[in-house]
């Protein structure tokens, strides 16, 4: 904190802060409409920091996650159903397509658990609990 008091005190931090939010807004989630953006947003970042953790907006990932998870804790409501039809239900909510899935499981295999062909594995579970930040329980 001593960098604040050196660089100028919060005049100075407020400048830097206004330049940050005109590039990144990085506020807390108050609508759908923030959380899209936010989502779109991480999705960015992972593609661009992937697991590095010494990536230069590897913080900002992290705080921005935060908030996605904050706004999805208070606003994201699993529902008590089979666990095709939770998927069914994030898919739908998120307006995802199967393609949009396909680092978790193929498209055909997620035609077949939500037609319910097959059940979701353990493997799968984990990635679309992961993918949609709810508890592996609700795949299982």
């Keep these: 904190m001593n960098s604040i008091a050196q660089s100028g005190g ?11 939010q005109e590039a990144v807004p990085m506020h807390p989630i108050r609508s759908n409409k923030d959380y899209e953006a936010a989502v779109k947003l991480a999705d960015q970042l992972v593609d661009t920091i992937g697991d590095d953790e010494g ?12 908030l996605i998870e904050a706004w999805e804790r208070k606003n994201v409501v699993i529902p ?11 898919i739908e909510a998120n307006k995802l397509k199967y393609k949009d899935l396909e680092g978790i499981a193929s498209q055909t295999l997620l035609s ?15 990635g679309l ?10 795949f299982v």
């Excluded at 609990?129 to 609700?138: C, I, L, T």
């Design 129 to 138: 609990a992961q993918r949609f930040n709810v508890s592996v329980n609700a």
């Design 80 to 90: 008590d159903a089979p666990p095709r039809e939770v998927l069914r239900h994030l």
């Design 112 to 126: 077949d658990i939500l037609a319910g062909r097959r059940n979701i594995s353990k493997a799968v579970a984990k």
């Design 10 to 20: 919060m005049p100075a931090l407020a400048r830097a802060w206004a330049t940050v």
């Design 55 to 66: 990536h230069p907006l590897f913080s900002m990932l992290d705080l921005l996650t935060d």
